[in-house]
C-alpha cells in the first residue's frame, strides 16, 4: 500500500446528515489518506453513515468523549502521516484542495502549517461568501481569526512538538492551534486559492455558543497576544447578543410562538 501522506480526523455527532458528503470529498481528493472518524454516540443516522464507509477508513468508534477537541487528538495520534488536519462533519473539502496545501507544505519547508481560503455556505439559501482569511500577520491574528480550519494543513512535527489543541477549549481551539503553532515555531504560510468549504447552519456551535465562543477567543488572544484589542470589547454586544435575539425570535416564528 502506498504511504498515507494526510492524516484526517473527523470529529461527529448527531451529523449524519452532513457526515457522508464530508467524507465523500475526501475520498475523492488525489493523494494518500488515512482517515478516523470520532463519533461521540450519535443516535441518528451516523452509524450508518460510518458503515457505508467503513471499508475505507483507517479506523472509527462511537461512543461519549471529552469533547471535539479530545476527539481530534485522539484521532491524529493514531495516524502515522506527516502531515495531519481535521475536517469537522458539517464541512467538505474542494477537489485537490489537500492536493495543493501538501505541494505548499513541501514547499516551505520552514513553516509548521499551510492555510488556504474557504467558501461559506449558508445551509438555508444556498448562497456562499468567502470567509475573511488573510496573509499571516500577528497583529492581524489578534484582530480576528484570519485562518479558516477546514483549510488549513499542519505538519505532524510541529503538532506533536505543541501537544495538539487545548482540549480545556471547546470553542476557540483551532484559533489557540493556530497561535500556539507561530509562538513556538513561527509563522503560518498562506496559500490564495480555495481549497475547502465551511457549512453555516442553524446548529453551528459559533452560531448557538455565541457567548462562550467569544469568551475563550478573548482569552486566546490575551494568552499570546498580552491585550485584547479593542475590536473585540466593541463587536462583542452585536455579534454575542443583538445576534443571539434575532435568532431567538426566528426560531419562535419557525415554531409559530
Request: charged letters at 25%; aromatic letters at 12%.
Amino acid at each position: 500500500m502506498t504511504e498515507p501522506l494526510v492524516t484526517i480526523a473527523v470529529p461527529s455527532f448527531n451529523q449524519g446528515r452532513f457526515l457522508d458528503n464530508a467524507l465523500a470529498s475526501i475520498f475523492q481528493q488525489d493523494i494518500p489518506l488515512e482517515v478516523f472518524v470520532l463519533d461521540g454516540g450519535s443516535s441518528d443516522n451516523s452509524l450508518d453513515v460510518i458503515h457505508k464507509w467503513a471499508h475505507r477508513l483507517a479506523g472509527w468508534r462511537s461512543h461519549a468523549d471529552a469533547g471535539q477537541a479530545a476527539a481530534i487528538n485522539e484521532g491524529i495520534a493514531q495516524g502515522r502521516a506527516p502531515y495531519v488536519c481535521w475536517l469537522n462533519s458539517d464541512d467538505w473539502f474542494l477537489p485537490s484542495g489537500l492536493a495543493k496545501l501538501v505541494s505548499e507544505l513541501e514547499k516551505h519547508p520552514e513553516a509548521p502549517a499551510v492555510y488556504g481560503r474557504c467558501w461559506d455556505v449558508i445551509e438555508k439559501s444556498g448562497k456562499r461568501k468567502p470567509v475573511w482569511v488573510e496573509p499571516f500577520d500577528e497583529d492581524r491574528l489578534a484582530f480576528r481569526c484570519i485562518i479558516s480550519q477546514p483549510a488549513t494543513l499542519i505538519r505532524r512535527s510541529a503538532w506533536e512538538a505543541v501537544g495538539g489543541l487545548d482540549e480545556t477549549l471547546h470553542m476557540a481551539m483551532d484559533y489557540d492551534l493556530w497561535w500556539h503553532l507561530f509562538k513556538s515555531l513561527g509563522p503560518l504560510h498562506f496559500v490564495d486559492d480555495f481549497v475547502a468549504v465551511n457549512r453555516e447552519h442553524v446548529d453551528t456551535k459559533t452560531r448557538t455558543q455565541r457567548h462562550r465562543h467569544y469568551r475563550e477567543a478573548m482569552g486566546v488572544v490575551r494568552k499570546y497576544y498580552g491585550s485584547v484589542p479593542l475590536k473585540w470589547w466593541l463587536a462583542q454586544p452585536y455579534s454575542v447578543w443583538f445576534r443571539s435575539i434575532a435568532g431567538y425570535l426566528q426560531q419562535n416564528r419557525r415554531q409559530g410562538g
